[in-house]
């Protein structure tokens, strides 16, 4: 197709609310064009990309086994209800009322549906394990959209499901699942971090997310300086270790002059500072990375931003000898004229 045929048109400045270089892009080049805050019409091009990367999602989940579906955007109230999720998740999920007066909800996800589908479908082990998956729009009522399509109130998202008989097929199927996201960002040419997560509202033992470090983004990620460990900070478990045990030298007197007690102390004489250690990580697996600093301990270099992290300074003694006792100045005697 010629690009004077092409329905929409480019844009000659920034937009005014565009905050971030893809956004403002996307916009500029007629690939998005926004509806109202945090919702976005895929114009032709736009709907092109999206397209290709749903082809690269499909080729790898059915080369997985996994059978593709569509479940609805519209869920009853009660299957929520049933999961106790109607109340746990928040104003997020989009809830009303039809004209019966009966629950509904715009689905932010679709556990709940296709348990649902799992009570009539499924009558035995033998049918294990079952892998599906879905790419549907899903709605979300975000209290701040933001960065164009990062943070969008409707967005289309693959997620994928599977049942098996126990936690061993479970455990065998999982590294397959993740290979086969490795593979669909080395494809789209992302460099990614694969990091330990919070599982949140979606539940269960384990959870692994796939970062894109920017300087936009709004999570906080730890990494090990070796790079053998990646969290999100809400599930990071780290250990600077003990400090290491000095023994306690020869009391000394210390002459002082000129220098009242405590404040001025640490300025007097100069502190011991403890030797430089490396934090040691209680996981064997952390989008920050953290370094070790030579002087009291880490430096944490975030994607946003970066400071270093000190340990107090302590003398380990104190002199035996002070100027006058602790207490009011005693009163300066006269003698009469």
């Excluded at 002087?295 to 944490?300: D, Q």
């Excluded at 000190?310 to 602790?326: F, K, M, Q, V, Y």
Aim: charged share 25%; proline share 8%; glycine share 6%.
């Amino acid at each position: 197709m010629r690009l004077s045929k092409l329905f929409g048109r480019t844009l000659r400045d920034d937009p005014a609310e565009a905050e971030i270089i893809s956004h403002r892009l996307l916009q500029r080049a007629g690939f998005i064009k926004p509806l109202a805050s945090g919702i976005y019409t895929q114009m032709p091009l736009g709907w092109r990309v999206s397209k290709k990367i749903m082809d690269i999602f499909r080729l790898e989940m059915d080369a997985l086994g996994c059978q593709e579906m569509a479940m609805p955007v519209i869920n009853p109230g009660e299957i929520w209800k049933e999961t106790g999720r109607w109340d746990s998740v928040g104003p997020a999920l989009v809830k009303w009322k039809d004209r019966n007066q009966r629950d509904m909800a715009l689905a932010m996800t679709h556990e709940e549906s296709l348990s649902d589908i799992l009570k009539t479908e499924l009558e035995s082990y033998k049918q294990l394990p079952i892998l599906v998956y879905h790419i549907q729009t899903k709605v979300r009522d975000e209290p701040r959209p933001r960065g164009g399509l990062i943070r969008v109130r409707e967005f289309i998202m693959k997620d994928a499901y599977s049942v098996h008989t126990d936690q061993a097929d479970i455990d065998l199927f999982y590294p397959d699942m993740v290979q086969a996201y490795r593979n669909i960002y080395a494809t789209c040419d992302l460099e990614t971090v694969e990091v330990e997560a919070d599982s949140g509202m979606m539940g269960g033992s384990g959870s692994h997310e796939f970062m894109v470090l920017s300087e936009n983004g709004e999570d906080t990620v730890f990494i090990s300086s070796d790079g053998e460990y990646a969290a999100n900070a809400e599930r990071a478990e780290f250990d600077k270790g003990a400090p290491p045990q000095e023994e306690m030298g020869e009391i000394e007197e210390v002459y002082t002059p000129n220098c009242k007690p405590s404040p001025r102390w640490p300025t007097f004489w100069a502190c011991r500072k403890p030797a430089p250690s490396k934090p040691s990580f209680t996981s064997p697996k952390m989008k920050q990375r953290i370094s070790s600093s030579p002087l009291f301990g880490a430096t944490c270099k975030l994607t946003r931003s970066s400071w270093a992290t000190r340990l107090a300074c302590a003398t380990g003694w104190l002199p035996t000898r002070r100027l006058r006792p602790w207490g009011p100045r005693p009163a300066t005697l006269r003698p009469l004229a």
